[in-house]
């Protein structure tokens, strides 16, 4: 059975960083692997993502030139690398894994198949 376990949210002032973990385990393949958030009242929206079969990485445009997405392969653990954070980047923060057919990018929340339970993140200016 795979699960995910996310850490690392917390409150920050605008500007400041902020590294989330999510440990893996149970998996033993994934098509993408990546990170969501879902703001109060609005959809939850793919942030950044790896597809591991080829180490391509997807950002979403919102984010770019601030996050980043690594993942460590021997500690089964994802990473979201956030810089600069602004106050719109609060919200609850899930990582995810699908397993299942490439659907064309892995921004996707629909497409995956398994999620953690959230990390909150909360950005005051």
């Known amino acids: 059975q795979v699960r995910l376990v996310e850490s690392g949210g917390g409150s920050v002032q605008a500007e400041g960083s902020l590294r989330l973990s999510c440990v893996v385990s149970g998996l033993t393949t994934s098509t993408c692997m990546g990170w969501f958030r879902q703001a109060p009242g609005k959809e939850r929206e793919g942030v950044a993502a790896?597809?591991?079969?080829?180490?391509?990485?997807f950002i979403a445009d919102s984010v770019k030139y601030r996050f980043a997405i690594s993942r460590d392969r021997a500690k089964s653990t994802l990473y979201l690398q956030m810089d600069s954070l602004k106050s719109e980047d609060t919200a609850m923060y899930y990582c995810a894994v699908l397993m299942g057919s490439y659907p064309g990018t892995c921004l996707q929340p629909g497409s995956y198949d398994v999620w953690g339970q959230g990390t909150r993140v909360i950005v005051s200016s």
């Open positions: 790896i597809r591991p079969s080829i180490a391509r990485t």
